[in-house]
């Protein structure tokens, strides 16, 4: 039996039974008796909505999960991956052409597929739960806009990896990472830019106490921004947020509008506070080093793997070559992206307390960033009673009771 084959199936198989192992357990987790905490921003009938919420994502996840994994298995078992190589080598071209075509195929064929569950995502579930503002043009706009970033981006990019592992032999892997690294340093002040202005609209934040009081803040704890905007979220969802972005010269603080409407300036700075909090205490730039170490590894794992026979044999390959090699090394990579995906959400909970705590200490306002984050879960539906296990696989963000106790403890 081929190990690729036993490794890449059952990863799979695993990832899935485990994801299904964990929903249940979410579901099951589901309090029934709101937790006194929130009483002062849920009610009986908001907080029953919070959970029908979370039990119809949870539903709607067992059946996407369930058809992506099923369609993977089929793809393996079928060969479809040499049937869309045989096609692609048809047309005669070079290593590089054959594989931007080749991925541009199967990127293609993935939206086609994923396209009819994100929009009942959106206009079903999201609308139901009155979160959806986004029009079908602004859907398929968006769609238009992420292919158009695929072409600009995603394609010269694509062709060096290409050509480094079709032309340096043994250093490739070396000229990849830099060159990858490089890219990801640069994509901060892009996507300020050019990206993000693609999708929405930022409008500096008008003169009034806010701004006063973020400009005052921001003065204190030393750190200093190009710009504070808002953002014109309530254009695609009733959802609220706030984030940074940015490196250097170029770092803006992203003001949701609807954050703006349900949120008061003392709550908001609070918020702000928070986002600060990941940058002074080094946790953006700890993400990045971490960031360049993980991707050197697996393209030095990768350039191990380039057309290996046996790893071309489970997809039933007819030909070797290293975009095909780079897909597969993918799926032979995701134990082990598993397991750093498990350690980097722990990391992430770790660095969102030490936040929250910056955040405390230099506004001292605990009760202010408190108080926000339970209109941030009420007003987004959040599930306050989660399972242990769900968080620890797969929490970025601790559990927001737990944030709240953890900033309570604080202020004693």
């Known amino acids: 039996m081929n190990i690729y084959f036993i490794i890449i199936i059952s990863a799979i198989i695993f990832d899935y039974l485990l994801s299904m192992i964990i929903s249940s357990l979410n579901l099951k987790a589901l309090d029934p008796k709101l937790p006194s905490e929130f009483s002062d921003v849920y009610d009986k009938e908001k907080y029953k909505k919070s959970q029908d919420y979370t039990r119809t994502n949870t539903k709607y996840s067992f059946i996407t999960s369930t058809f992506s994994t099923t369609l993977t298995l089929c793809v393996i078992y079928f060969g479809i991956f040499n049937i869309i190589d045989e096609f692609v080598r048809s047309f005669g071209y070079g290593e590089i052409i054959n594989g931007l075509i080749f991925f541009g195929i199967l990127t293609i064929a993935n939206d086609i597929i994923s396209t009819p569950l994100s929009l009942y995502k959106t206009f079903v579930i999201e609308e139901k739960y009155g979160f959806n503002k986004m029009t079908m043009g602004t859907f398929f706009m968006d769609k238009i806009k992420g292919y158009f970033l695929m072409i600009i981006i995603g394609v010269p990019l694509i062709s060096l990896l290409l050509y480094f592992f079709e032309s340096f032999g043994e250093l490739a892997w070396l000229y990849a990472w830099l060159s990858i690294s490089l890219f990801s340093l640069a994509m901060q002040p892009i996507y300020n830019l050019f990206i993000a202005p693609l999708f929405n609209k930022f409008t500096p934040l008008e003169e009034g106490s806010l701004l006063d009081a973020i400009k005052l803040y921001v003065k204190k704890v030393d750190f200093p921004i190009a710009k504070v905007d808002v953002m014109d979220g309530s254009k695609r969802t009733g959802h609220s947020n706030?984030?940074?972005?940015?490196?250097?010269?170029?770092?803006?603080?992203?003001?949701?509008d609807t954050l703006l409407e349900n949120q008061t300036d003392n709550e908001i700075l609070a918020?702000?506070?928070?986002?600060?909090?990941?940058?002074?205490?080094?946790?953006?730039?700890?993400?990045i080093v971490l960031s360049i170490i993980q991707s050197g590894i697996m393209f030095y794992l990768l350039s191990i793997f380039i057309k290996n026979p046996l790893l071309f044999e489970v997809f039933k390959m007819q030909e070797l070559?290293?975009?095909?090699?780079?897909?597969?090394?993918?799926?032979?990579?995701?134990?082990?992206e598993m397991v750093l995906g498990f350690i980097f959400n722990y990391l992430s909970r770790k660095h969102e307390f030490e936040a929250d705590e910056f955040s405390a200490k230099t506004t001292g306002e605990p009760l202010e960033l408190i108080s926000s984050l339970k209109k941030l879960s009420a007003e987004n539906l959040g599930n306050l009673t989660p399972h242990w296990l769900n968080v620890m696989l797969t929490y970025s963000h601790p559990p927001t009771l737990d944030r709240i106790n953890a900033l309570r403890s604080l202020n004693k």
């Open 242 to 256: 706030a984030y940074f972005s940015g490196i250097g010269k170029t770092k803006r603080i992203a003001l949701f």
């Open 321 to 336: 070559s290293v975009y095909a090699s780079l897909l597969f090394f993918g799926m032979l990579y995701s134990p082990v």
């Open 271 to 287: 918020i702000i506070a928070h986002e600060v909090g990941h940058y002074k205490r080094k946790h953006i730039q700890k993400g």
